[in-house]
């Protein structure tokens, strides 16, 4: 029997499967996926089908970060954290760079655009319901995104070293020193040191552009892997709501818990 | 177990059911949505820098456009005229801090009630513990969302609407200031009150009828009789009010020590110049 010769589509199919199964081989387990298998997980994953235009908040408030992180690079590649040039560093990123006053512009506004959708998509969370069990922990962890990010906000503001960001932070820290046992503390603590000065400066920048902005990367991970683990929730007004009671005989619960068998009629 | 987390298993499970026999693939139906919100956040947060940029005057790039200034002037803690305004998203926060007043209250307004609401925001789902999910259903939650979202735009509001004085519209008021209070023959105290007027001590304080009183701060019109402290006395203390216990107001050390005496003899000028005074300082200093 004559070999076939394989066809120029098998042979496109398979240069594209060899990289991808590689990858898999290398980041499985026996028994589990790997990298490529969790990404077509993700994407083929069942949602239900009565959601729509409601569930793409979280999703936009990722967009609003990515453009927060892309446009944060770029000026942090241009910015001068120092209060001798911090001002000059901005000023030169607005008027002389080529699109800078566009990336700059991007990275102000899309701050408060990031701050609107967090708000907007934790209404539509609120409104659904869709914080009750077991999606509680996946609220705890929005919660903490926000104030996180109202904190990028307030670190940030420092940063362009203009009259309005100065004040506004002196103004702020001082707050903070009216709290009780730590308030007296924390002032010099994020001033470091008694006045607002080049320790402030690099402090903020250190803290706007490397730490909350790490952390915040990590919740929101967890929170997506929550939301692809557990699933978002239909609309609780849908007729076709999934987890709603329908007649004939009740799904086993989920293996792997010790939990008897379900008896008796169930209350919506 | 108890009969609680049984049923939530239960219902859960029954949403996996659900969703596995009667669901759609992510990709391409939520996908599609998904893509078409992201494109409009770039596309909305584009507009918004190019708005920015573009409603600048050329021929004035530090006037202000239709969203506010390209940028402030540069920082300088030395002096004068300082707007203390945050972002917008603190804006109910601001406006906290006018309706508790330094220093009583002002916890409430910077710890208690901020905490307060993290703490609530976190803790909703061990409060609201029913399963039911239909917001008609819901009417305690949906009352209390309702309030929470009328009471922090109202603050947003007042706090965003707040005006802060101008220091060339304070300046005018100095001559008036002078033959009110009985000053107007100490040129010290006069100078004194150009600085006060200047250097945003009014974005917080107010002084026969003007200013704005910001955080609480107190009213300074007659601050000479009821404080005291003598020329030297107030200039010390607004060098570094923390020495004194007020960790609120910021310092004024940078005005340097003969501003600060001027400012000293005006407010020790404040409210002990008239005929009977003997508080009043005299003439040209001390």
Known sequence: ?268 | MNRRLEERRAYHARYKHDVKTRGKPFYPYAMFHDTVMSLLVVIVIVVLAVIWKYSTPHEDPSSSGWLGKLYDEKADPGTTNFVPRPDWYFYFLFYLLRIFKWPESVILGTVLIPTLLIVLLIALPFIDIGRERRPLRRPVAMTAAILVIISMGALTYKGATAKEPLAAENLVLVPKWAQKQGFAGNQTAVDGAKIFAQVGCMNCHTYLGAGTSNLGAPDLSSIGKTSNRGVAGFADYVSDPSKFGNNVMPQFRDLGADNLRKLGTFLQSSGTCSPKSSNCPAAGGQ
Request: aromatic share 12%; proline share 9%.
């Open chain 1, 1 to 268: 029997m004559a070999k076939k010769k394989p066809s120029r589509l098998d042979q496109l199919v398979k240069l594209v499967l060899y990289p991808l199964n590689w990858l898999e081989e290398r980041t499985s387990i026996p028994g589990h996926s790997g990298l490529v298998g969790g990404i077509k997980y993700f994407l083929f994953r069942k949602v239900p089908s009565d959601i729509s235009w409601g569930h793409t908040l979280g999703s936009a408030a990722l967009t609003a970060f990515i453009v927060q992180a892309v446009t944060g690079v770029i000026l942090a590649m241009y910015y001068k954290p120092d209060p001798n040039s911090a001002y000059e560093s901005i000023r030169h990123i607005t008027d002389d760079l080529w699109a800078g006053w566009l990336v700059r512009g991007m990275h102000r506004w899309g701050a408060s655009v990031f701050i609107i959708l967090l708000f907007l998509h934790m209404g539509r969370v609120f409104l659904y319901g869709a914080y009750k069990y077991p999606r509680e922990l996946n609220w705890i962890i929005g919660a903490l995104i926000l104030v996180l990010g109202m904190m990028e906000g307030f670190f940030g503001y420092l940063l362009p070293w203009d009259q309005t960001a100065y004040w506004a932070t002196v103004v702020g820290v001082n707050l903070q020193a009216t709290g009780p046992f730590v308030g007296p503390f924390l002032g010099p603590v994020l001033q470091g040191g008694h006045d607002i000065g080049p320790d402030t400066l690099a402090r903020f920048y250190s803290l706007h552009m490397l730490v909350i902005p790490g952390a915040l990367a990590g919740l929101i991970g967890l929170h997506l892997w929550l939301v692809v683990r557990i699933g978002v929730s239909s609309p609780p007004w849908s007729p076709t709501e999934a987890g709603r009671p329908q007649p004939g005989p009740p799904p086993a619960p989920r293996k792997g818990l010790v939990a008897p068998a379900p008896r008796g009629a169930r209350r919506r």
